[in-house]
């Protein structure tokens, strides 16, 4: 007599969407930190999902009668995490000031259909970078003090999750410089919803006096902080060497690029020449993956096995992304 499957585990599955998705590093973390949890019912993949297939995924992961394994939740990077917020049926608060999603999790009270919730862990992403390259750096010469003044580069979803995450650390004199403003997505909308007051900066990425404009506000910040992926802050990168040149950043301030491939970007290369202390992009996707693994699976991993794998995986990736790829996902 065939054996019962009764009292088998149900499996469940994850996975990272966007277009593109194939350069993303979410399924180490993820999988590591299955792995340290001791969750082998669980696997995570990439899904490269267009703008019209994602109402498709969503039915999906809230069919009413789910095939095995289970959908848990999705890591989402570009261009979903905005497109999401009108498409769940929940949204945390922080999510929703933020304007962007970056993770969506099944609940299922009953036989029905799964409820689909949204949360944002990018901004513990930014906060956790910083503050642990800032404890990094003051265990050598750097000062200890929070940021006040903060520069951010870019306007989109992942520049509204950065000014969450200053409002978080502190700073209180905030300039977004980015080539648009306007818009219900942008960051502005974003800093209104959270009470802050932003300078505006119109930066056209490419025309001298524009990028020498960007550049000092830079040289002059606390914090700075580049959304953009990669090559969008390329032009900016001599500008602020010459801005820094024949000092340092000020004492204490750092820099946190999305970027993690390949690294060091041009602009993160030009503050390290100058001193300041940087936050590469894997930091900050390391940090933002420990509260989504726990939001899928409702356990808490360690941080030092997904680090280690991370680190491996971009030590094996190293010299592969000449062609372009996009290295940013916050995903």
Known sequence: MAASTAALPARYRAAVIGAPVLHSLSPVLHRAAYAAL????WTYERRETAPAE???LLEELAAPAPTDPVWAGL????PHKQALLSRLDVIDPLAATVGAVNTVITQRPGRGAALLAGFNTDVAGIVGAVRETASAARSGTESGSEPTRAVVLGSGATACSALAAL???????ITVAARRHAGPGRALAAAHRMGLEVTALTWRPGQADSDAQVAQAAAAADLLV???PAGAADTL???LAAA??????RSGAMMLDVVYAPWPTPLAGAWQEAGGAVAPGWLMLLHQAVPQVTLMTGRTPALQPMRRALLAALADRAGTDADGTPGEDMG
């Open 237 to 239: 990168a001599a500008p």
């Open 244 to 249: 820094l040149s024949g000092s340092r950043p």
């Open 75 to 78: 890591s989402v990077t570009m």
């Open 54 to 56: 994602l109402p498709a």
């Open 167 to 173: 409002a978080e650390l502190g700073a209180t004199e």
């Open 226 to 228: 580049s959304t953009l």
């Open 38 to 41: 001791g969750l082998d019912n």
